[in-house]
T-cell receptor
Framework: GNSVTQMEGPVTLSEEAFLTINCTYT??????LFWYVQYPGEGLQLLLK?????DKGSNKGFEATYRKETTSFHLEKGSVQVSDSAVYFCALSEGAQKLVFGQGTRLTINP | DAGVIQSPRHEVTEMGQEVTLRCKPISGHDYLFWYRQTMMRGLELLIYFNNNVPIDDSGMPEDRFSAKMPNASFSTLKIQPSEPRDSAVYFCASSSSGTGWTDTQYFGPGTRLTVL
């Protein structure tokens, strides 16, 4: 079946550091890919998405490119802030609106 | 729009009691999802509905769990009887198969359930 694998956390960085959170997927067909973010005490929010190969999703300084050849959708940000501390989930769509989520990566940014 | 609304936000109950969690999806959305989140198991899809009809309940852990969607603006997740291992944060999410950002799910703030 379809699945998503994220790099294990937790990840701890200093403010203004470069961020990469790896995400790879296994899927039949051509799913849409997503990154969701969960801030403490809140539900998940869509951060960005890409619907086809080579698409780049971007939002709030975060970017991810849909790489069909490597089945990856790595999340990057050039300069992180303390306010980026959260749990990040990679996900793919299975069709019929259903999403398959990775296990989540906890990110902590120190000032 | 107010977003997905869940109630209560926190629930503390004793083992054996019935628990009912409530969700109001975003108006116009035709899909509704119930998830459970724990440290050990992460985010699990329990059940989802399309146009108020349950489509896939394979994630419901056992017969103690049941979910209903009597109309397009309301859904419940019931646990009867509750057990300490049911302690988790339960999220409701909704999405639209219409135009725009299809496949995107919008999550509620969650209900934190503690079963003593």
């Amino acid at each position: 079946g379809n699945s998503v694998t994220q790099m294990e956390g937790p990840v701890t960085l200093s403010e203004e550091a470069f961020l990469t959170i790896n995400c790879t997927y296994t899927a039949t067909g051509y799913p849409s890919l997503f990154w969701y973010v969960q801030y403490p005490g809140e539900g998940l929010q869509l951060l960005l998405k890409a619907t086809k190969a080579d698409d780049k999703g971007s939002n709030k300084g975060f970017e991810a490119t849909y790489r069909k050849e490597t089945t990856s959708f790595h999340l990057e940000k050039g300069s992180v802030q303390v306010s980026d501390s959260a749990v990040y989930f990679c996900a793919l769509s299975e069709g019929a609106q259903k999403l398959v989520f990775g296990q989540g990566t906890r990110l902590t940014i120190n000032p | 729009d107010a977003g997905v609304i869940q109630s209560p936000r926190h629930e503390v109950t004793e083992m054996g009691q019935e628990v009912t969690l409530r969700c109001k999806p975003i108006s116009g959305h035709d899909y509704l999802f119930w998830y459970r989140q724990t440290m050990m198991r992460g985010l699990e899809l329990l059940i989802y509905f399309n146009n108020n009809v349950p489509i896939d309940d394979s994630g419901m852990p056992e017969d103690r769990f049941s979910a209903k969607m009597p109309n397009a603006s309301f859904s419940t997740l019931k646990i009867q009887p509750s057990e300490p291992r049911d302690s988790a944060v339960y999220f409701c999410a909704s999405s639209s198969s219409g135009t725009g950002w299809t496949d995107t799910q919008y999550f509620g703030p969650g209900t934190r359930l503690t079963v003593l």
